[in-house]
Nanobody
Framework: QVQLVESGGGLVQPGGSLRLSCAAS????????MGWYRQTPGNERELVAQ???????NYADSVKGRFTISRDNAKNTVSLQMNSLKPEDTAVYYC?????????????WGQGTQVTVSS
């Protein structure tokens, strides 16, 4: 099993910045990938950014050049630095992890953190 705890989020004005962090815990042998999704009311969760174990990153087109995902392998944490925020970035952001455990494979979601971009 894997547990994810998120921090960060909040209210920010357009053009501002926020940083989200997520810590994974449990019987983790190694992390396959970790990333962030976001969801607005009535819509599906969409992938925002992901950090793959070999070091590759992937971003949604809508956030390229503004968001940066980073990971601390030793602490099993992933962070999302969000700059130049826009009102359309307003959503609940969820951390996701796909990990190898000592007995197999596990996936998990964080509890979600609200990001609101508004003047």
């Amino acid at each position: 099993q894997v547990q994810l705890v998120e921090s960060g989020g909040g209210l920010v004005q357009p053009g501002g910045s926020l940083r989200l962090s997520c810590a994974a815990s449990g019987s983790i042998f190694s992390i396959v990938w970790m990333g962030w999704y976001r969801q607005t009311p009535g819509n599906e969760r969409e992938l925002v950014a992901q950090f793959i174990s070999r070091g590759d990153t992937n971003y949604a087109d809508s956030v390229k050049g503004r968001f940066t995902i980073s990971r601390d392998n030793a602490k099993n944490t992933v962070s999302l630095q969000m700059n130049s925020l826009k009102p359309e970035d307003t959503a609940v952001y969820y951390c996701y992890a796909d990990v190898r455990t000592y007995t197999g494979r596990a996936q998990g979601w964080g509890q979600g953190t609200q990001v609101t971009v508004s003047s």
